[in-house]
């Protein structure tokens, strides 16, 4: 298995799905806004939510690096706290 369920991957999968999501959102609402469709057909639901994931998984590596850097963080953080913990 390529990726582990670890708590990280579960947060980058959370991150792309809510952009994937936030994006088709917006999508679907332009597109009724601009032509005849409304936002409940099922060309502009399919479209959008192919487009949202799409522009999910264009925003990947940018989305991979926040997610590692704030899990970095936490870690970084937590490491702290407990050396301090353990030293008093």
């Known amino acids: 298995m390529p990726n582990s369920f670890t ?3 579960v947060s980058k999968f959370i991150f792309k799905s809510f ?3 936030k994006t088709a959102q917006i999508t679907a609402e332009t597109i009724a806004d601009h032509t005849q469709f409304d936002k409940d057909d099922t060309v502009v639901e399919v ?6 994931w799409y522009v999910s998984d ?4 940018v989305t991979d690096k926040i997610v590692d850097k704030t899990a ?4 970084e953080q937590r490491t ?3 050396d301090k913990k353990t030293n008093q």
């Open 58 to 61: 264009r925003l990947r590596p």
């Open 47 to 52: 479209g959008s939510t192919v487009f949202g």
């Open 72 to 75: 970095d963080f936490i870690t």
């Open 7 to 9: 708590a990280r991957n």
């Open 19 to 21: 952009i994937a999501a």
């Open 80 to 82: 702290k706290f407990q």
